[in-house]
């Protein structure tokens, strides 16, 4: 009671909070004995068996949504009910693509707007995947701000990026009607079955795995378990540097997402970049750091947060005042380098790279860069 109290109107709804304590200061007043009576005779009206856990069937179908396969925030399908309907299906032999949809950043979401915004938007993300769901179709909240979906039947690829593409527009503009545009963005990983697993927990690992590439490769976008790139972006990671250098001369559309700079930022930076390059010829580099094995093995969360804070660290100890650093994914940081040539370029990456493995301890993990001479063009 003490910590609904507490944090009633930061973590909690008042209201609700409020009505919490209540019920439980209500059951403490009542005898125990007579709790029991009104279990047994709930669970006698219900057809439910008398014994532990009659309370908490009470909770759910009285306070709940009255459909016991919903989940209780967002009315889709709860993780219970869906992986089993979804194995179901699979195992009657159904063909489908499994989608592991996740928000990109919903912790600052939640830090900075409050836990009632972060429920918002969670409810705005599972509208629009119920919404642009066939009637075949299994939409599911996994848990947390991942959810799941399954296109019984469907295995074309065009078809499926069509989906793909309409439940991101949904959901955009969803956003945008409770003026949060641009708030939240979604990341998708995708599993083909039976080509990628024929019971729902392979199926669902590898999409994962999918999903985890996006996710690394900057988000807001989505990838089949069996490619090597993201499709909104349409890039391979060692081809990342022309991609970014196109967005800095104006070639690609600054509203993809790809570059995670706000867009009053990036605009100072662009000006700033524009004048360097072109006062007195001087020379701009771009570094691009590249966190991971020669494998792309799977590398956990965990493992890559710690890296990418220890580069940080590295970038800051090498780099001079006026250089320009930015994290371009979970596993990738650009650098800016003004009034620096090729040469001296390369030896500030090396002495990054050397400052880098000087510091971290945590799991093994490699670190490559690439170089490019930026051109800016007139304007």
Do not use: W
Not at 82 to 105: F, P, S, W, Y
Not at 180 to 192: D, K, P, W
Not at 325 to 339: A, C, E
């Amino acid at each position: 009671m003490a910590e609904f109290e507490r944090c009633s109107g930061t973590q909690f709804d008042p209201k609700l909070a409020a009505l919490f304590v209540e019920m439980l200061k209500e059951g403490f007043h009542i005898p125990r004995e007579k709790r029991r009576e009104e279990d047994a005779e709930y669970a006698k009206r219900q057809n439910l068996p008398d014994e532990n856990g009659v309370q908490l069937n009470r909770v759910l179908t009285e306070y709940g949504t009255g459909k016991g396969n919903a989940d209780h925030l967002t009315g889709v399908n709860n993780r219970s009910y869906g992986e089993t309907e979804i194995e179901k299906r699979l195992a009657q032999g159904h063909k489908g693509a499994l989608l592991v949809v996740d928000l990109d950043n919903f912790k600052n979401i939640n830090d900075t707007y409050g836990h009632l915004m972060g429920d918002k938007v969670l409810k705005v993300l599972a509208a629009a995947l119920a919404e642009s769901a066939g009637e075949q179709d299994l939409v599911c909240r996994l848990g947390g701000d991942e959810f799941v979906v399954f296109l019984t039947e469907l295995v074309h690829r065009d078809l499926i990026k069509e989906r793909i593409h309409k439940i991101m527009d949904a959901f955009a503009k969803s956003m945008d009607a409770i003026g949060c545009e641009n708030m939240a963005h979604i990341s998708v990983g995708i599993a083909l079955s039976p080509a990628d697993g024929k019971e729902f927990p392979m199926l669902y690992a590898n999409a994962d795995k999918a999903l985890y590439y996006v996710k690394r490769s900057g988000k807001n976008s989505y990838s089949f378990f069996r490619d090597e790139q993201p499709y909104a972006s349409g890039r391979k990671p060692d081809t990342d540097l022309d991609h970014i250098r196109s967005m800095l001369e104006g070639d690609l559309d600054l509203g993809k997402g790809a570059f995670k700079v706000p867009y009053e930022e990036f605009q100072n930076l662009y000006s700033y970049l524009s004048r360097c390059v072109k006062r007195d010829g001087q020379m701009v580099q771009t570094l691009l750091f590249t966190l991971g094995n020669e494998d792309r093995e799977y590398l956990d969360n965990d493992i890559c947060e710690e890296a990418m804070a220890t580069l940080e660290v590295a970038v800051a100890y090498s780099l001079r005042m006026v250089d320009v650093g930015s994290r371009y994914s979970s596993l990738q940081y650009i650098v800016i380098l003004v009034g620096t040539n090729l040469e001296n370029g390369r030896m500030v990456a090396e002495r990054v790279i050397n400052q880098f493995y000087k510091i971290y301890s945590g799991a093994s993990i490699g670190l490559s860069y690439d170089i490019q001479t930026m051109v800016v063009k007139n304007v």
